[in-house]
């Protein structure tokens, strides 16, 4: 490193001797045209030099002014699209919430009928039945009429059916109004304290284990 700046500055050296022996034997007018000369030089370097980092410049500001349009543009295409997706969800959740609500209408309609259409054929089984007492009371009128069937035995007869009739419709209409469900028809309602009590285990201990295990405090009802 120390060699190539000794050899730079002899160089340098050499360069200014030369100059200043051929400056020696030029006249003044000699040397002020080679002056100008080098002056004229100097400034259309400087000019080149400045015109061409100009250039750059300009060139350079319209490329990062091409960079940020584009920039621009997707960032403008992201917020179009993310507009989109965001339409084509609030589409689509509306679309499934009217699909549930349609679909839990169609469910609780279908229960709705087969609970009426049950309901009306429970009737039609209590009126059958009073048809059938009534012919069965009749035929039994009839035979006391013409003497085949004592008075008393009538009276037995009829008691027996009414009450058959009577316990039929008591028990129907208490079935229907407080023990059956009155949602789903082939179901029944249960009070809490005739439910049993959940061990909150689906696979609960054996007896074995239970035995050798010491019990555990029950829940506390909340």
């Given at each position: 490193?120390?060699?190539?700046?000794?050899?730079?500055?002899?160089?340098?050296?050499?360069?200014?001797?030369?100059?200043?022996?051929?400056l020696?034997?030029?006249?003044?007018q000699?040397?002020?045209n080679?002056?100008?000369?080098?002056?004229?030089?100097?400034?259309?370097?400087?000019?080149?030099?400045?015109?061409?980092?100009f250039?750059?410049?300009?060139?350079?500001?319209?490329?990062?002014?091409?960079?940020?349009?584009?920039?621009?543009?997707?960032?403008?295409?992201?917020?179009?699209?993310?507009?989109?997706?965001?339409i084509?969800?609030?589409?689509?959740?509306?679309?499934?919430?009217?699909t549930?609500?349609?679909?839990?209408?169609?469910?609780?309609?279908?229960?709705?009928?087969?609970?009426?259409?049950?309901?009306?054929?429970?009737?039609?089984?209590?009126?059958?039945?009073?048809?059938?007492?009534?012919?069965?009371?009749?035929?039994l009128?009839?035979?006391?009429?013409?003497?085949?069937?004592?008075?008393?035995?009538?009276?037995?007869?009829?008691?027996?059916?009414?009450?058959?009739?009577?316990?039929?419709?008591?028990y129907?209409?208490?079935?229907?109004?407080?023990?059956?469900?009155?949602?789903?028809?082939?179901?029944?309602?249960?009070?809490?304290?005739?439910?049993?009590?959940?061990?909150?285990?689906?696979?609960?201990?054996?007896?074995?284990?239970?035995?050798?295990?010491?019990?555990?405090?029950?829940?506390?009802?909340?």
């Open positions: 490193m120390g060699n190539l700046q000794s050899v730079t500055d002899l160089t340098r050296l050499v360069q200014d001797v030369q100059y200043t022996t051929a020696r034997g030029m006249t003044e000699e040397k002020q080679y002056f100008d000369t080098q002056k004229q030089e100097l400034l259309g370097d400087i000019l080149k030099d400045r015109e061409g980092t250039q750059k410049t300009f060139v350079d500001a319209n490329r990062n002014n091409s960079i940020q349009h584009s920039l621009f543009f997707y960032q403008q295409r992201n917020r179009d699209l993310q507009n989109m997706g965001s084509l969800k609030n589409q689509n959740e509306a679309a499934i919430g009217t549930k609500f349609n679909n839990q209408l169609a469910t609780r309609q279908y229960e709705i009928n087969e609970w009426t259409y049950n309901n009306k054929l429970d009737t039609l089984f209590v009126f059958q039945i009073l048809f059938v007492t009534l012919v069965l009371t009749a035929s009128a009839y035979l006391n009429r013409i003497g085949f069937l004592s008075s008393t035995l009538l009276g037995v007869f009829t008691g027996i059916v009414l009450f058959v009739d009577i316990a039929i419709l008591l129907r209409y208490q079935y229907t109004k407080v023990t059956r469900d009155q949602r789903y028809w082939n179901k029944r309602q249960f009070d809490k304290k005739d439910l049993p009590q959940d061990s909150g285990s689906i696979c609960p201990p054996s007896e074995e284990s239970t035995e050798s295990q010491p019990a555990e405090a029950p829940p506390s009802s909340s």
